[in-house]
């Protein structure tokens, strides 16, 4: 499941370099034998133990080290964007936080609780200025900016969704994957034919239902057409063509007969150990599920992947969310916070993240294991980047309003055109109610 951020053992091991580390902007130097000393507080995201964690620890261990700062890190886990909220009314506010950008922009970066960290862009890490480290696309595409037209985040990792398959049962795919929607419906209608089930789901995790329906309009009329559409406080914006061709396509896969049967019962992880195990044979999924799912996969199972169907004549786009650090405003050291986060983005640990965590590093010259190569390529070739649901984050609207009302529809309850109505009447009351 996205949100929870679940991965499975390491495959490497850390190879150790000396870094140093240039901070612009304020003219002091960082590295190997200056010592700034200070202390910051750092609430994470992950618990000790976890492939993530041991690499930050390490990351801290060396910047402790080379700085003679004390970095004070609690390992809360998922829970600590959850924690902070009640804490920013207090003293006990930390330094630094990491999270989703799902999770962080509600509590600092759409309340204007987030620092700016112009400093952390602008420090040198590995001769390059950590602005120039992060490809250009996501920053344009990760809502990461205040309204002083600052970045409030600095993000470390990404994940991204795709068409998962087993390239040791379907070579072809590898080479010939379907180019548009036309080409992935033949695939299924192929598939079904000869007698074997073409998709698998976990209809009981939301927005993993959600994501064929903002997928499918995004990938229709671009990047920041669902969030436009979400935001549309009249409702109007549900009456587009493209918004029913979208909600059909989906109805299209749940009542197809294209699916596990029974998907729409079953309790999460069912569908995709079925699929790891030969009962289905595409997902579309997060790129955690390499890892996920390694430990019950097949034997002899090869993942592989394509994107997400595009339109014909559109460009090439990709999912990319974001997990990265933020500075509260009420830090007490924010300086060394800003400091510790540039650290931390050294290709040292940026190749960790790839090889030890499995996860697809920031950094594009970062390494990345093989199970990631497919989602890698993907979104190294798009031209446009866009964000889970379009990066929608107002407060209660996906879980409350969307996704409730999107199961519906990917569950096989109600048809497209009774999706587009209760969508437009649900959300008309939710704008009416933000007052």
């Known amino acids: 499941m996205s949100t929870t951020f679940r991965f499975s053992k390491t495959l490497a091991v850390l ?59 609690q390992w809360q886990g998922r829970s600590n964007t959850t924690k902070l909220v009640p804490a920013l009314n207090t003293n006990n506010v930390p330094d630094i936080v990491d999270g989703a950008y799902a999770k962080l922009a509600p509590v600092l970066g759409n309340t204007g609780e987030a620092l700016p960290l112009t400093d952390a862009y ?13 490809p250009s696309k996501y920053l344009a595409a990760s809502n990461i900016k205040g309204a002083d037209g600052q970045p409030w985040m600095l993000p470390y990792s990404l994940s991204s969704d795709a068409i998962w398959f087993n390239a040791a049962k379907n070579p072809g795919l590898v080479t010939a994957p379907p180019a ?40 229709s009329e671009g990047p920041g057409s669902f ?25 299209q896969l749940a009542q197809g007969g294209y ?4 998907y729409n019962a079953s309790k999460w992880p069912a569908q995709q150990q079925a699929w790891a195990n030969g009962g289905a044979e595409l997902l579309l999924n997060g790129s955690w599920i390499p890892t996920e799912t390694g430990t019950y996969a097949a034997k002899g199972f090869q993942y592989s992947s394509f994107p997400f ?20 405003k009420k830090a007490k050291n924010p300086a060394l916070a800003q400091k ?37 390529k993907a979104l190294d070739n798009a031209t446009e980047v866009y964000q889970a649901d379009d990066g929608v984050t107002f407060p209660g609207y996906t879980t409350k309003v969307y996704w409730p009302i999107d199961d519906e529809l990917f569950l096989g309850k109600i048809n497209a055109t009774q999706f587009v109505a209760k969508m437009k009447t649900a959300q008309i009351a939710y704008w009416k109610a933000q007052g």
């Open 259 to 262: 699916l596990i049967n029974g």
């Open 340 to 376: 510790l986060a540039a650290f931390m983005l050294n290709k040292k640990y940026q190749d960790a993240y790839g090889t030890r965590a499995l996860v697809l590093p920031i950094r594009a010259d970062a390494l990345t294991a093989p199970e990631m190569a497919t989602v890698k």
């Open 180 to 219: 548009n929607w036309d080409g992935f419906m033949a695939l299924l209608n192929k598939e079904k034919a000869a007698g074997q089930v073409p998709l698998a789901a976990d209809g009981d995790i939301a927005g993993y239902n959600s994501a064929w329906f903002s997928n499918l309009v995004i990938h």
């Open 309 to 328: 169907p595009g339109v014909t004549g559109r460009p090439a786009m990709a999912r990319a969310d974001f997990v990265g650090w933020a500075i509260p």
């Open 122 to 134: 602008a420090t040198v890490v590995d001769g390059k200025k950590v602005s120039d480290l992060i």
């Open 227 to 251: 969030a436009k559409i979400a935001a549309d406080k009249t409702g109007a914006a549900w009456d587009s063509p493209a918004v029913l061709a979208a909600a059909q396509k989906v109805q």
């Open 15 to 73: 190879a150790g370099a000396a870094l140093a580390l240039t901070a612009c902007g304020g003219g002091a130097t960082t590295g190997a034998g200056a010592k700034d000393g200070g202390t910051v507080t750092y609430w994470s995201m992950w618990k000790v133990g976890e492939p993530q964690q041991k690499v930050i620890a390490d990351a801290i261990t060396d910047f402790e080290k080379q700085t003679g700062a004390t970095v004070k890190v």
